[in-house]
């Protein structure tokens, strides 16, 4: 992890680390990374949700890379994975988006794109970095070399609305949903997206951005809203997306939460009945429910996992040909149809699973089991200490006991955080009491090592 780049791109308190000057170096020295990779003039995308503070950030992003002979495509408020199917379908060298995601508001951040819609390797991110923390002039462009804006927010939405709208060919005939866009860049194209169904009835709620109201207590952190009102209104399923609308949690029409393990496996229990699962395997993260695992060896599905990180979850559906993978949090990757997770595109391919099924939405997730999971955090002082507590041999001997007992019925993870001075302990067992009593073990177990 660089000084700058996070395991998902720049992120910070806007004006309190995150500013105007520093997206500026950024617009710079992409610009001037691109036009070495590519031999010519770089062509960037770039899209943000609705934060007060992404107007500023684009428009320093947009000077820097125009500055510095870039440029740039303007697509307005669009969901982070709009810009990652635009960069491809226009030809862009990169894209760009700024946006924190499920984070509050006062929190934004910067995130690019390859020209084949990917996240940008490790190395490019790496050599951006050098560049803004070089403190060096970064060269500009002069006469007719300096970047253009090209306006094109209405078109390119409208065109990638298009473009999920196509990739679920039965129709959504006869569902009655409500949405929760989370007062976020869905705001923007999911009320238009799911109109284009005839037959289904959608309502939308939280979908009245004021530059301070994404995610608050609203859209997929936030399902208590979205349930309750399901539950009233009689609705068949709720969907609700998050700040830039790449990721997709859901409530049954009883206002139970359906998270990203069970979307992902009834939809990959539909695409193996069409012969379209690859490997018949869906790739998760290691904080994947055991409901899951149980799932996929009940229905004839490998479920193999990865570190936390839809970059490692993509990683591996790549580097093995699978095209179905996700977090529990419900980032879930259509590898056919999409180079991210895409929350929009995720709804729509549950909802057709659903309408095809029959079934009600509690129905259909019942074969995937949440089991009760706790986790409790560990406060260590430094990355000295978390390898020393994860090399412990009494670590491992009180794990492998609690395994024991567990069986078949629990799971245990010990891991340290990659971002934090945390240890993490994750249990699952058959009730949430012993989840707790044994991740409290644990846990009390490591402050002593």
Same mark, same amino acid.
């Given at each position: 992890m660089g000084k700058l780049f996070g395991t998902d791109g720049i992120r910070g308190v806007v004006?309190?680390?995150?500013?105007?000057?520093?997206?500026?170096?950024?617009?710079?020295?992409?610009?001037?990374?691109?036009?070495?990779?590519?031999? #010519?003039?770089?062509?960037?995308?770039?899209?943000?949700?609705?934060?007060?503070?992404?107007?500023?950030?684009?428009?320093? +992003?947009?000077?820097?890379?125009?500055?510095?002979?870039?440029?740039? +495509?303007?697509?307005?408020?669009?969901? #982070?994975?709009?810009?990652?199917?635009?960069?491809?379908?226009?030809?862009?060298?990169?894209?760009?988006?700024?946006?924190?995601?499920?984070?509050?508001?006062?929190?934004?951040?910067?995130?690019?794109?390859?020209?084949?819609?990917?996240?940008?390797?490790?190395?490019?991110?790496?050599?951006?970095?050098?560049?803004?923390?070089?403190?060096?002039?970064?060269?500009?462009?002069?006469?007719?070399?300096?970047?253009?804006?090209?306006? #094109?927010?209405?078109?390119?939405?409208?065109?990638?609305?298009?473009?999920?709208?196509?990739?679920?060919?039965?129709?959504?005939?006869?569902?009655?949903? +409500?949405?929760? *866009?989370?007062?976020?860049?869905?705001?923007?194209? /999911?009320?238009? +997206?799911?109109?284009?169904?005839?037959?289904?009835?959608?309502?939308?709620?939280?979908?009245?951005?004021?530059?301070?109201?994404?995610?608050?207590? *609203?859209?997929? #952190?936030?399902?208590?809203?979205?349930? /309750?009102?399901?539950?009233?209104?009689?609705?068949?399923?709720?969907?609700?997306?998050?700040?830039? /609308?790449?990721?997709?949690?859901?409530?049954?029409?009883?206002?139970?939460?359906?998270?990203?393990?069970?979307?992902?496996?009834? *939809?990959?229990?539909?695409?193996?009945a069409e012969g379209r699962l690859k490997g018949n395997t869906i790739v998760a993260t290691v904080m994947s429910n055991i409901g899951l695992h149980r799932f996929g060896a009940g229905n004839g599905i490998h479920v193999v996992c990865t570190d936390v990180g839809d970059r490692n979850v993509l990683e591996r559906m790549l580097r093995d040909g699978f095209i179905l993978g996700g977090e529990q949090s419900g980032h879930a990757i259509f590898l056919e149809h999409s180079t991210t997770g895409d929350g929009e595109l995720t709804a729509l391919q549950f909802l057709s699973v659903l309408q095809a099924s029959g079934l009600r939405a509690s129905e259909l997730v019942r074969d995937c089991r949440q089991y009760p999971q706790v986790l409790v955090n560990v406060a260590v002082t430094d990355n000295a200490q978390k390898q020393r507590i994860m090399d412990s041999e009494t670590l491992k001997a009180a794990i492998s006991d609690r395994e024991e007992a567990l069986r078949d019925t629990g799971r245990i993870l010990v891991r340290p955080s990659g971002t934090e001075a945390l240890i993490r302990v994750m249990v699952e067992a058959e009730t949430a009491q012993e989840a707790a009593r044994c991740a409290e073990e644990l846990a009390n177990l490591i402050k002593t090592l």
């Open positions: 004006n309190a680390g995150l500013d105007a000057e520093l997206a500026y170096k950024v617009g710079l020295a992409a610009a001037q990374v691109l036009r070495e990779e590519n031999g #010519t003039k770089p062509l960037v995308a770039i899209g943000k949700d609705t934060r007060i503070s992404s107007d500023l950030l684009e428009g320093a +992003l947009v000077a820097g890379l125009c500055s510095a002979g870039s440029d740039v +495509l303007h697509l307005g408020v669009v969901p #982070t994975p709009a810009v990652a199917w635009v960069t491809v379908d226009r030809g862009a060298a990169a894209g760009v988006v700024i946006s924190a995601s499920h984070n509050p508001f006062e929190h934004n951040g910067i995130k690019i794109f390859n020209g084949q819609g990917f996240k940008l390797s490790d190395e490019l991110e790496g050599r951006i970095e050098d560049i803004v923390l070089a403190g060096a002039q970064m060269p500009r462009a002069t006469h007719e070399h300096i970047g253009k804006v090209f306006y #094109t927010e209405d078109r390119a939405r409208d065109d990638y609305i298009g473009h999920l709208a196509a990739t679920v060919g039965g129709g959504l005939t006869g569902l009655r949903i +409500l949405v929760d *866009c989370a007062n976020g860049a869905a705001s923007a194209t /999911a009320p238009q +997206l799911f109109d284009r169904f005839e037959d289904l009835h959608c309502d939308v709620i939280n979908a009245d951005p004021d530059g301070i109201n994404i995610n608050a207590n *609203c859209g997929s #952190t936030h399902l208590d809203g979205l349930a /309750a009102m399901v539950k009233a209104g009689g609705y068949d399923v709720g969907i609700a997306f998050d700040g830039d /609308a790449d990721r997709c949690l859901a409530v049954s029409e009883e206002g139970t939460p359906i998270d990203g393990d069970q979307i992902m496996a009834v *939809c990959g229990r539909a695409l193996k």
